[in-house]
């Protein structure tokens, strides 16, 4: 069945299979980004707050690292036909190849994040907490490189003219 898209002024116009996958694809894209986005958002404010508050610097890194992942993740499930699992860094692990590297460096920053939520008073070991940030940064750039990789060549074309 071929569904139809109205103009302005009446008439409608019949709408491709083809045309709502890429309109889906785009989409999703656009949601990607988004996400990815609020991710480098974090990291931002996390690198501004590396001196006042390494507490907190830690922990805007560790959210922009989750949401980062879970870009990947939330692709990820789109095509299968089981979800991975909720937490994201077993998620990543499943993924395998560089998505399971990245969980498997994830091991003892999660083990730091988690000593920080016991241990109210304490602050975050500085080598961890700028290991987190220069990987998470890496990490978020990988994301939109990958991100881009999946669009046909004629969109990606645009980006380029542009």
Known sequence: MTRTMSRPGGAARPVSAGTRALRLRL?????DQADLERARELLRQG???LEADPRAAFELIHRAALRGAGVLVSRANRERR?????NVWTALERLGG??????????????E???????GASLPDPVLLHRHLEGT???LET??????????????????VG
Not at 98 to 111: C, G, I, K
């Open 137 to 139: 940064g890496a990490h």
């Open 98 to 111: 560089q998505d399971a590297e990245r969980a498997e460096q994830l091991d003892p920053l999660v083990a």
């Open 27 to 31: 989409a999703r894209l656009d949601q």
């Open 113 to 119: 994040r988690a000593r920080l939520d016991r241990e």
């Open 47 to 49: 690198r501004s707050q």
């Open 143 to 160: 994301v939109a490189q990958r991100l881009l990789e999946d669009l046909p060549s004629h969109v990606t074309e645009l980006a380029d």
């Open 82 to 86: 089981r979800a991975l699992p909720l």
